[in-house]
């Protein structure tokens, strides 16, 4: 499965359908930049936004019951989209330049 990429600059948690995904924390070791990471899911598609230059950022796509997906290095700020073609529980991880993490699940439906 090949994730299409989308790049733009939208507030994701404003867009009619959308619902957000709570970033979490996993590994911080400086000030915590979670809240400047905002992801959303509507149906398949998958969309991410960083609100602040928080420098480059290692985004992994997991299925919960299966091996990584995608992994895409990003510049912000940015905006991205994904379609994700098969239904099932996810985890995206996204990894600072300094090594915080910071993940996000979700669900993909019909």
């Excluded at 899911?41 to 936004?49: E, F, Q, R, W």
């Excluded at 992994?60 to 995608?70: A, N, Q, R, T, Y």
């Excluded at 905006?79 to 994700?84: C, D, K, T, V």
């Amino acid at each position: 499965m090949f994730p299409v990429t989308w790049c733009g600059a939208n507030l994701i948690h404003s867009i009619d359908g959308y619902s957000a995904i709570q970033i979490k924390e996993a590994h911080v070791t400086s000030i915590p930049k979670g809240n400047t990471i905002q992801a959303s899911i509507d149906g398949h598609y998958l969309m991410m936004t960083f609100t602040q230059d928080i420098g480059a950022v290692t985004m992994e796509l997991d299925k919960v019951s299966g091996p990584v997906i995608f992994s895409f290095q990003a510049v912000t700020p940015d905006s991205f989209g994904f379609y994700l073609n098969q239904t099932g529980d996810y985890i995206i991880t996204f990894t600072l330049s300094n090594g915080d993490e910071y993940y996000g699940e979700f669900t993909v439906t019909n």
